[in-house]
């Protein structure tokens, strides 16, 4: 318990640093340094930046630990943790200047692979909006200092769904086609471009789901942990824990009423 209390001011006090630091460099103008793996997946120089920072910051407080990061990778460490860092989710947000982007970071146990990692602690943090979630295992998601939790149960035709498109045009082309048969049943789909916010949304009561197919590990570990702790069910299919193949987080009755309905869909 202690433990986790430590990791996650931890991961609070990096991630406002570095939250600061995105926040400048967006006051300052943000250009794109390269394409990753399509040319809609784009890095700025900030991501990179952000992410040293968080990297020599975790280096220094937990050098014991492994780190595993969007834009310069993994290392393993000696402690059986790993951090898990998206410094800049919601890259595109970020560029066009919409105030919807966030640092995200976990801590977990175990290999850094979610099919079978144990998130600790996560915080995902949101400059410009000034808005920090929090979660540690068994301690409840916190917005701010007040306690959140998943919206009750609603129908599907009453259930606001977040979701999102990878960066492939072909996985895109194929999640287009499920949000198109999905929105006449349920009540509006939002692509708000941050995945780790669309998390932090379901376990505030802000959406009722959120699933998405393709996402890194650094995209979901800290909203997942969150979402855990408010009280939603994350899973991937069937049994399968969240991962790359399927993502899916909501109150208990409704992500299992939306697995079925995207099933016969084709998600
Ligand atoms: C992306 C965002 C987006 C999601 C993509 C992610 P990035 O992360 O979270 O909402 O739909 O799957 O890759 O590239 O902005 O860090």
Redesign the pocket.
Known sequence: MRVTRELLDIARTVATEAGALAARRRSEGVEVAASKSSVV?IVTEADRETEALIRGMLADLRPQDGFFG?ESGAEAGTSGLTWLV?P?????NFLYGIPHYAVSIAVVEGDPDPLTWRGLAGCVTNPASGETFTARDGGGAWLGDSEIHVADAVELPQALINT????GSEMRAEQGAVAGTLLPRVRDIRRL????L?LCFVAAGRTNAYF?R???PW?HAAGAIIAREAGAAVKGRGDAPAGRDFMLAAHPVVAAALEELLEELGA
Not at 88 to 92: H, L, P, S
């Open positions: 997946d969007e998206d800049i989710d919601g890259t595109v999102g498109f990878a960066y471009g941050t995945a780790s669309d998405e393709n996402l890194s995209d």
